[in-house]
């Protein structure tokens, strides 16, 4: 990949971050984006916090070698968070989308010149990579979520079977935890 876009890049990284953060965030309830935005602390707002170093494992991986554990590592917690929060798959992962239209604007007087305009191309290819890898994570977690759901679906109804008598003691029936 190009060095001039990259470099534009690096340069802007801190707003480049602080922007896809708040894009983000932007999934959840306005309180809940308000707080996620709001508080520092890492233990009173660990969802904020996985999801901020995420995003900047992200970004080093954007302008860096795509290493895909690196970007497993950045994906995880924030896809682990939103399949746990029930958030749809296009909803889930609209916010690795969002930074194509931040670079845009960030870059907007550059992306005029076509040498420019190529290497976004190039990058964008990147960020579409994320999102191929984030929908993957997403639907991994949200099926761990639901046989979850059903083994203790079983486990109750069993339990309650046996409450009331409708299943015999000892049997090889019951159900593993």
């Known amino acids: 990949m ?18 896809w953060f708040d894009s983000t965030v932007q999934a959840y309830p306005h309180d809940t984006a308000v707080f996620l935005k709001s508080q520092k602390d890492q233990f009173a707002n660990p969802v904020g916090s996985s999801t901020r170093q995420g995003i900047e494992t ?3 991986q954007l302008v860096g070698e795509m290493a895909p554990d690196a970007i497993k590592a950045g994906l995880d917690p924030i896809m682990r968070i939103r399949a746990v ?11 690795i989308f ?10 907007r007087k550059e992306l005029q010149e ?17 999102a191929l890898d984030g929908f993957d994570i997403y639907m991994g977690c949200r099926e ?18 046996k409450r009331a008598g409708l299943v015999a003691e000892g049997t090889d029936n019951e159900p593993k935890e």
């Open 85 to 95: 929060q029930s958030l749809s798959p296009a909803r889930a992962t609209t916010f």
């Open 114 to 130: 076509a040498d420019m305009a190529r290497q976004f191309f190039d990058l964008e290819a990147r960020i579409d990579r994320f």
């Open 144 to 161: 761990r979520v639901l046989d979850l759901k059903a083994n203790e679906m079983r486990n109750r109804t069993f339990r309650a079977f």
């Open 2 to 19: 190009a060095e001039a876009l990259i470099s534009l890049i690096q340069k802007k990284r801190a707003t480049i971050v602080s922007k």
């Open 58 to 60: 992200l970004m080093d």
């Open 98 to 107: 969002a930074l194509k239209q931040i670079l845009r604007e960030l870059f």
